[in-house]
């Protein structure tokens, strides 16, 4: 096949295959032809210079095509993502090819001055990046149009003609990784630095922010722990506790966002500028001329977005609102129901049968927010959001707001509605255990398990087929393209959010919770871990600075947190007793200790500084060498103007 | 004088004077004459190439230099500060002098491309970054110690060389402007395009807040009228009074910033970059090495002035905090005083006698807000701030928290501890209405009534003497030079900021308050107005793209006004009346109303775009261009190096 291509050097000596490209079966050959020549044709052609080598198949039928590049290409294309390395002098700067020499660890022949990671995510930006020119559809293709400046790998993607595009693993790298990771038993923090080098800044952060999570509620497991041994369970004694519990929430949150910059700083991500955002894949609209380009491709007009945003999608939300409320209910019937059973009949059976509904609830929640999640996609994708980060937020919008109603709702009610601490307790314990053994499971138990015999099956069938040098990578391709796509920390954060809810909300009344947070997120790295290296296709690295909308969330959630713990302290029997004679004064002084807490919560926000110093005198320092560097060339400018 | 200068062109043909420089008396020859020369030196040698000619005054002793730059050196200046103005195309742009032919309104010839106030802006600006080379010390004054790199203005302020340096009136602009602002009666806005070409940015916005301010508080004032004229005085019609409050003082907020935007993209403040900021010309300290800059300049541990803010500072506000609730207290006794006269003789002498106390202890605020504005500078500057913006921000802390507690504590003890309705409307008034006469009083008519006696004694002298051609000049400075130094908005704003609280805070049991801000603010556009024009010197413009701190602070008391006016609600005999049974279900209640009202509050606060999609989408045009151009670059390179 590759002899047809007279303009593909296969024969390349360096070819390293990076990023694996599957076409669709049947694809037309011209088609095949075009895009392979647009992969390798010239920057000055408007190509992506890229390397593009067939995968040889024995099954014959499957178009799959392994890209690479060439090692100055790779640099060139480091510069156009704008990835900041490390210099010589330690400081970051961002990579340029001509200031090369400048930076740590380069040599003209270290072909490991990129990760591959880095590699693979320039080799992906190159690609979304080829751009139609006067092209008017795609060849073979008449109903797949294009026009110019459209990205022809997202049409290619949108009409169903490429499958797919993923980075190869790296055995060996992986087999290391794995290794350092989650190889060995052992106490300490995860790497990482290699774990970023592998997956890239995203995925890193996320292990970073569980990682740092998990250490901050092991100061609130260890006050758990006693109230558990020495049985002070009798509910009033938890004014401590709560009270911990607020400068707890609010502390790690700003504590976070130091770590946070710390370590984007040393991975460069922090002083990565904001490239601008193309349209994302799925948005669709009648070609017209975008106020801001100037360039003519799609637009949909925005008072449409509103009218389906407004008008379907928000009495949607209400309504499964609603529907969340509803299910609630029966649960406090079941509820009642259990325990008039109990009443009835008192046998071990039936006091078993007490914890019966709350873990049918929680199975129920747990059905129901999976479920609402592929509605609140598909509703988000219908309301049709140019950029994909204003999807991103619509899409977390819903999804939070009804995973907190339906997590929540029923603790909130009886804690404050009904005031019964005994069954907040027996409820709580119930759906935060039960929430975290499901998800184990589903996420990444069930999907291991369901790979692990696909592969044995693929391996069998493999071995049947004759081999050449070339099988393992053949086998790797062809393993590796059947595996799941890891779609994102999305779930992941959720859970953390919700755990978090469960931690800081009512803790105080069932302090055993973050002792099972810890347990819980301890075996979650692990599995994670498992997830992302066994499980699921090697997602493209994604440079990121911070974990986003999810800081945001967090922190409303640890406003919340103060509010709720602010009334059960002052519902506890304790804080009762010394307001003997007024209920009033109760309530007032409750209600003005909270908006103090609320204030300094926000003040403290407010002056400690995002950044460490440190970190803030290195970004002062790059900043005033650009304003110093922009003055001297004006000087230079201003001299020369000024001698005519 | 002039002729010992070889190296100043005093005959250069279109000298306009522009800034006026003032030494002190007896400065030495050879200081004058190593300055000047510094000053017309060439960039190249670490000039400034700016123009100076010595104002020839009858009574010599004085030396007063007037500095002006040819047309050319401004354009170069105005690129170095980073000026944006309008292209041709009408969108705004960072000015370049190479692509100076693509801006509206450019032409060689054309001197009135840039405004004068930019013109003195660029002066005061080439002459604040006139560095010290290898002068050990100003020649002539061994103790005005020099490093290089240091700003040479700076030290000869510091060392009492340089009284001052300011810019000159425009007599013929100032006439006009006079006129279209406050010379005629009219009903309409103020020019405030005029007033940004003439003053500079930060005093337009002063201008432009002050006037939306006036015009968002007429709906208050309108609703409030007709309570005082029908008499709605029972104090418990203000419910609906008290609602409204609430959405008013959040969404004028809100719109303001949008406002805002629009009038700073205009004028290009929006798009400026921030500059690199120096230390400010107090700031003292041993020399080091800067880590930032790299360079040797004075440097203050961080730690010592820690332990000046945290060991004295504080201390020493909350002592005047105290003091300022012990003279509260003492009020409430005159005030019981007043009461128990009126009681004993009642008579209109009595009655009149009721508001005596009021008014003394307004006028007693006064003064301590006064006597403490100069403590808080003193102890601030002690604190010695390295930067201007730092030393700004913590005055104006040290500042808002003494006049918010000074202001309005007794307010609050009134109206939540003695719950005494009809004295706090009575209090408030008076407050309120003493505050704005004295305000009025002190801030404008005073000044401008001393500033004309004096004009008048000038004008007397200036006639005795001879007069040649120059003598309009000579007289316009000495003139201008004794006129007050106008200090920045700080006390505009902080005035108004106190008028905010007294309207948002309470205004729902006095609705007239929003009548008397009203009228006040109608008065103080034209008596702010006057005294800009006619009281001080002329303030150096200084570009600004939003009103800064103050945003926040206002939009802190408009969170406060959301308690106290939910409470004050809560309070009322109306909402008491629905809540018969139970105290503790009212203030549940109210507890509850207020919880969602700021949580309505942050999500309109963080849903609103801070600026209007028509600048969004200009903002990001630019954004994108740039980009773009930054793509072609590394296109092009990357063709280059992939050729090779």
Known sequence: MAESWPFVDTFEPNFRPLVVIELAKGTKEETIEWFAKRIVDKKANGGAQLL??????????????LVGASHLRLLLGAETVGLVKECSDNSMRTFTYSSRKTFKDFADDNHNFLTIAECQYIIKHELENLRAKDEKMIPGYPQAKLYPGKSIVRRLLTSGILVQIFPLHDREELKKLRHSWYGRVKV??????????YFGETIALYFGFLEYFTFALIPMAVIGIPYYVFAWEDYDKYVMFATFNLLWSTVILEVWKRICAIMTYRWGTLLMKRQFEEPRPGFHGVLGINPVTGREEPVYSSIKRQIRIYLVSLPFVCLCLYFSLYVMMIYFDLEQWALDYHEANESNFSSLMLFVPSIIY???IEIMNRIYRYAAEFLTSWENHRLESSYQNHL???VLVFNFLNCFASLFYIAFVLFDMKLLRQSLATLLITSQILNQF????LPYWLQKRHKERMKKRMCSLKTDTDLSLVEQVNLE????????????????????????????VYPLAAVFAVLNNITEIYSDALKMCRVYKRPFAEPTANIGVWQLAFETMSVISVVTNCILIGMSPQVNALFTDSKTDLILTVALVEHLVLAIKFIMAFLIPDKPRDIQIKLAKLEFESLEALKQQQMKL?????KE
Chains 1, 2 share one sequence.
């Open 442 to 445: 589903a996420e990444s138990l």
């Open 638 to 642: 201003a001299a020369e103007s000024l």
């Open 481 to 508: 393209k059947e595996m799941g796509t890891y779609f994102g920390t999305f779930d992941d954060y959720l859970e953390l959010f919700l755990q978090f809810g469960y931690v800081s909300l009512f803790s105080c």
């Open 52 to 65: 593009v080598k067939p995968l040889v198949t024995e099954s014959g039928g499957e178009h799959i095509y």
């Open 188 to 197: 300490g923090y995860q790497p990482l630095d290699e774990i970023r080098c």
């Open 396 to 398: 977390i919008l819903k």
């Open 362 to 364: 929680a199975i129920v």
